[in-house]
């Protein structure tokens, strides 16, 4: 949870587009935007639903979770919704509860399948991160690690991937875990997460790996500013294949605001002496999306050579900003693919009757939580 939340909250700001509800379900495998399948109970709390994040399945079927808060007891958990129609229409089907803590599963899940076997786990078993801490956000926080080796169906823990020990705010020197974000590479899988336990930053990024997804490394920096009270946050990474570089982007909450930058090295281990760029859109109005960030790699829709395309979203954003694999910073084009923006909207390419299309996931926005609830996207990719 970043100051990007606090300082939304501050300014009363909301989605208009969550004003205007469509109530209409899409047809079953076609494109569409703000599909809103799940809208909470009117005595859920806090942000009511927040943060979502999708996974397609090997039968092109869909997952998505998200930060649900209904009322508690019970404890919250993550919530695991179905989609076999191409995201026209959800069903409730599992969740991801807290089975070692006794506080819940209450921010950032996160869901990653394993691309081959890993640590004893085999080649598709799918895994979920997710920030455990008690509903008073004291006493601890922990990111813990769950497995599903039956398509979602249920779910184990696994491990404690990081601790801090709270309370979990976005207060400066609060021992907060953020954030977590999933990548295997090499003989590694990599969580990287938001941390405010280094004495030295308010909040900075690291990453975490580990060869067995039970024991996991001390955290090592991807992003750190001088000033003790700057704040990066909500790492997302993308691999561009063509160039074999990676390519990372986070909030930057400092002077500037919360604005999007990203960074590129040529391992996810080595973002730390990477060099940190704003994000500006190329077009007269020089817009640099501020808050929440995600990026994605996908090859180019209408190239055969093995080249592809970058695409950022932001917090405070609709449109998509789109670049060629160099990251060239005066390549950032801003496309308006007509998805309402959202806290931490998420993307993913999915395929939707054998082609690659882009997928959003909304949780809603900051502001007035009346008007957040769970949508989705499908849009051909942007060019
Ligand atoms: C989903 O169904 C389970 C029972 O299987 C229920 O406990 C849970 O509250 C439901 N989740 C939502 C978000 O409605
Ligand atoms: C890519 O192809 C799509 C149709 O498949 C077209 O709408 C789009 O304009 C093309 N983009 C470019 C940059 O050629
Ligand atoms: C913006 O960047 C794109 C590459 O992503 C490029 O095709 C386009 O020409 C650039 N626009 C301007 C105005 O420089």
New binding site residues.
Partial sequence: MQLFRALLLARCFFSAAALHIDKRTPQPFTDFTDNIFFYPASDAVQWRTLYARSLQLPDNSLLMTWENYPKEPPLVNHPIYKSIDGGATWSNFSQVKDQTNGWGMRFQPFLYTLPRDFGGFAAGTILAAGVSTPFSLEGGVYIDLYASKDQAKTWNFVSHIAYGAGPETIKNGNDALWEPFLLIHDNSLICFYSDQTDPNHGQKLVHVTTSNLLTWSAPVSDVTFPAYGDRPGMTTVAHIESSNQFIMTFEYCGKGGCRVHYKVASSPLNFDSAQAIQLTS??TSKTTPVGSPYVVWTPHPNRSDGSGLIIVSGGNQEPVF???DAANP????KVDVGMWSAYSRSMRIITVNGKKKLFFGNGGNMGDPKYNSVACGVVPIPT
């Fill in positions: 190329n077009d789109i670049n060629e005066a390549g950032w084009k």
